[in-house]
């Protein structure tokens, strides 16, 4: 098995390298789709965030 990604370990070890390259790939993408998670929550919350805002400005006006 060839290792996709570059290697820190020497070539004798290619089994370690290529189980070690696999967890860190592996361990790259599931931080990167929480952070691609986390931004989306955030981008599909601020219409809601909005609405509660103007709410509460529309509350405060007719107080006043």
């Known amino acids: 098995m ?3 990604f570059p ?3 020497p070539v004798e070890a ?3 390298s290529d189980s ?3 967890l860190s790939a592996s361990f ?3 931080c ?3 952070c691609l998670k986390s931004i ?3 981008l599909l919350n601020i ?3 909005y609405d509660t805002i103007r709410y509460k400005m529309k509350e405060e006006l007719w107080i006043k």
């Open 7 to 9: 290697s820190i370990l």
């Open 2 to 4: 060839i290792s996709r």
């Open 20 to 22: 070690f390259d696999f």
């Open 14 to 16: 290619v089994g370690i």
């Open 40 to 42: 989306l929550k955030t």
């Open 28 to 30: 790259y993408l599931s």
């Open 47 to 49: 219409p809601k965030r």
């Open 32 to 34: 990167r789709t929480l």
